[in-house]
């Protein structure tokens, strides 16, 4: 536990996954796995099946910190609230009927405390995990989303080695066919694992197969990604330097402009001024967003200065 640390609230009480506090935690400027595995897929190594880049997820995000709605909604999409349902009833048949003790911990990386990881199931004893998910159809598992799971399970992985991941057999990527599955007392008979497997930078996840007879040997690899502890920082690095650049932005930090320069310039020049440019001064002015401000401000005050007094 020397790399990673609980996350905690105000109190000192470690995060429950789903409550209010975890949630505001997870707005408050950081990187998790998700994010990082969007990241990725705006750099084209992996492909992101919902679209969205990684600057508009933090735009999002800022503006939400920023604006928070004054009700809190209760809905969940179907997708997410089936998840939510499911996962407890997964975790029993994959991990609590082998007595595993994995737990859904919320861990902060001591050297960054905003890179963090929420697992859906951890062992901290063995630093094993588990990465759960629900699916339409299980064929619809093809290379491009096995990828987009694994850079998330890259980085979960990071965070509990503190980027040193040791080589051989890590984690599992298991997902519930959902739509085959009318019986949940059968649920087992509709979940499918792939195995994650590293060595020496190369992660690599299996094609999917039933989890209830397939040995591990007989796991084809399907998707890869070579990571290193150093790239791994660098990209967490760059999301962390991208979101304070929007939240600069869209908080009015930037440097306020020099509307007062404008404003006496335009005084000097009179009735010379024409009248366009008077509008777009006070119109400036009086202008929310400080970043497009100022660069309106010193257009004007070039051409207010190019005025004959």
């Known amino acids: 536990?020397?790399?990673?640390?609980?996350?905690?609230?105000?109190?000192?009480?470690?995060?429950?996954?789903?409550?209010?506090?975890?949630?505001?935690?997870?707005?408050?400027?950081?990187?998790?796995?998700?994010?990082?595995?969007?990241?990725?897929?705006?750099?084209?190594?992996?492909?992101?099946?919902?679209?969205?880049?990684?600057?508009?997820?933090?735009?999002?995000?800022?503006?939400?910190?920023?604006?928070?709605?004054?009700?809190?909604?209760?809905?969940?999409?179907?997708?997410?609230?089936?998840?939510?349902?499911?996962?407890?009833?997964?975790?029993?048949?994959?991990?609590?009927?082998?007595?595993i003790l994995a737990l859904p911990y919320t861990l902060e990386y001591i050297d960054n405390p905003r890179i963090y990881s929420s697992y859906d199931a951890l062992d901290l004893s063995n630093k094993f995990l588990w990465e759960i998910k629900t699916t339409k159809n299980i064929t619809e598992m093809d290379e491009f989303l096995t990828k987009f799971y694994l850079g998330q399970v890259i980085h979960e992985l990071m965070v509990v080695h503190g980027g040193n991941v040791p080589n051989g057999n890590v984690a599992k990527l298991i997902i519930l066919d959902k739509r085959s599955c009318t019986n949940l007392s059968y649920i087992h008979s509709h979940l499918y694992v792939s195995h994650i497997n590293h060595k020496d930078g190369n992660f690599t996840a299996s094609s999917f197969r039933p989890h209830i007879c397939v040995p591990e040997e007989s796991e084809t690899p399907v998707a890869d990604i070579y990571m290193t502890k150093e790239m791994w920082l660098g990209y967490c690095q760059e999301y962390l330097g991208l979101y304070d650049q929007v939240m600069a932005s869209m908080n009015g930090t930037v440097e306020e402009p020099k509307s007062i320069e404008a404003i006496n310039l335009i005084k000097q020049a009179g009735s010379k001024a024409s009248k366009d440019l008077m509008f777009a001064v006070q119109s400036a002015v009086f202008m929310e967003n400080s970043e497009e401000k100022a660069i309106i401000i010193n257009l004007l005050i070039d051409k207010l200065k190019q005025v004959e007094v």
């Open 1 to 99: 536990m020397k790399h990673v640390k609980l996350a905690k609230d105000e109190e000192g009480i470690p995060l429950s996954q789903g409550s209010e506090k975890w949630l505001q935690y997870r707005s408050g400027g950081k990187i998790g796995a998700t994010s990082f595995a969007n990241l990725l897929a705006s750099k084209g190594i992996t492909k992101n099946p919902w679209g969205g880049g990684v600057l508009e997820d933090i735009i999002a995000e800022v503006y939400r910190l920023l604006n928070p709605p004054k009700y809190k909604s209760t809905y969940k999409h179907p997708a997410m609230l089936t998840g939510n349902i499911l996962e407890p009833k997964i975790k029993q048949e994959v991990i609590f009927k082998e007595g």
